[in-house]
């Protein structure tokens, strides 16, 4: 589980010792199954989603590897966690309730930043208060000049967490049956130049959590981000440290421009899936960001399940 994070220094007084930061990233976790209550609950594209869980999905993301990832989190102990969406299968409000006990699990509010993805989006109708039960996870620590816009969404949120700020674009929209489409919308990239502009010049390290990738990551236009090219100017503009998503269920390392120097944009799998698809089984992302008061620099180690032994083990590490 997340650990809290006690610095002994305020972020920036170099002078007074290095600084060092773990973020586990997990995405994709489906970790909610359908009950269906009501008919009503499958009268749209949801009887597909339903079907398709029945047949696959459910063999696919087991509650024995989520507990597995649970243990192992309690031994690499990440000082905040962020999940990238697609917590839920068909984003019923039951299966939306069902994930709260679950990230109170893995470490509450105060250790956990999610965004939403596709699968808890997926059939209209829902409103704008879609997610109220997952707000904590979604509550600024640190009030921004864009707390809501007018499409009555918190997003982009502003997070800080330890040297981090934590910027969480919601890119879940319902869509029609056979597409898993992701947009945000003029709104939400308005308010997302306004903060990464407003934290270009702080001393924190600026990190993007989205579910849909800002690039096509070798995905079909039926499941790509639709205003992926306006997301790329906005970071181009204003920049970003790091990018985070899932969507893809696997590893990618990417890049888009950023004012200065590439931004590097990584995908992680599901953290859930048996994956009989080897690039497909379950990992999870353990970054870990250091500073020595000359700037950040990004270490992901990946950690992989092991199917026969169900523990999350050491996999490739990258230097971003
Ligand atoms: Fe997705």
């Given at each position: 589980m997340a650990r809290p994070f006690r610095p002994d220094r305020p972020h920036g007084e170099a002078e007074r010792g290095p600084i060092s930061f773990t973020l586990a990233h997990l995405s994709d976790l489906h970790v909610t199954p359908i009950r269906v209550r009501r008919f009503s609950d499958l009268a749209n594209k949801r009887v597909l989603g339903w079907l398709s869980w029945r047949r696959k999905r459910r063999h696919e993301h087991r509650g024995e590897i989520l507990e597995a990832l649970l243990q192992d989190l309690d031994g690499t102990a990440p000082d905040h966690v962020a999940v990238t969406g697609d917590?839920?299968?068909?984003?019923?409000a039951e299966e939306i309730a069902e994930a709260v006990p679950w990230l109170e699990r893995l470490g509450g509010p105060e250790h956990v930043s999610i965004v939403p993805g596709n699968h808890d989006a997926y059939a209209a109708p829902v409103g704008a208060d879609r997610f109220a039960q997952w707000a904590p996870y979604f509550s600024p620590k640190q009030a921004s000049?864009?707390?809501?816009g007018e499409d009555g969404l918190v997003f982009p949120y502003l997070r800080r967490v330890g040297p981090l700020a934590l910027i969480g674009l919601c890119s879940a929209v319902p869509t029609a049956p056979g597409l898993a489409v992701g947009r945000l919308g003029a709104g939400q990239l308005d308010r997302l130049g306004t903060l990464l502009a407003e934290t270009r010049d702080t001393a924190a390290c600026r990190v993007v959590l989205i579910h849909h990738p800002p690039v096509p990551a070798g995905q079909s236009g039926r499941r790509r981000l639709e205003d992926a090219g306006a997301l790329r100017e906005t970071l181009a503009r204003h920049g970003a440290e790091l990018v985070l998503h899932g969507h893809t269920h696997r590893t990618s390392f990417e890049q888009v421009d950023g004012p200065e120097r590439p931004i590097p944009v990584v995908g992680v799998p599901s953290s859930s899936a048996f994956g009989h698809d080897p690039e497909r089984r379950a990992r999870y992302h353990l970054y870990r960001f250091e500073d020595d008061g000359t700037g950040f620099r990004v270490h992901c180690a990946v950690r992989v399940l092991d199917r026969e032994r169900l523990v999350f083990e050491s996999g490739p590490e990258h230097r971003l």
């Open positions: 917590l839920t299968n068909v984003g019923l000049s864009t707390p809501e």
